[in-house]
């Protein structure tokens, strides 16, 4: 999980980007849309701390057990995020 501090440095760095692209024009105040970014990277890091939690589940029930950090771990763990993230981003 990130920090404030890192949210909100993410944000300030999102906004600097959006004003300097060409032919973007800005309606709303700095805060107002420093406040929705931050929601929305709020909204995008705990979907993604769910997805985590499902696939460490997941590969917690495989009956032969699987040692987290080992390669095969590893290999199974981004194939299945990558799996659930497409589940979650049709709903």
Known sequence: MLSEDKVSHLSHVILTAVKQHAGTTV???DE????EIK???GV?????????RNVRAKLASYSRGIVEGSAEWDVLYRKTFEE?????TKS
Do not use: F, G, M, N
């Not at 107002?32 to 406040?35: A, E, S």
């Not at 659930?84 to 979650?88: F, G, L, P």
């Open 44 to 52: 995008e890091l705990a979907q993604e701390q769910e997805i985590d």
């Open 84 to 88: 659930e993230t497409r589940k979650h």
């Open 32 to 35: 107002r849309i420093l406040k």
């Open 27 to 29: 309606k709303s105040s």
């Open 39 to 41: 929601r929305v990277l």
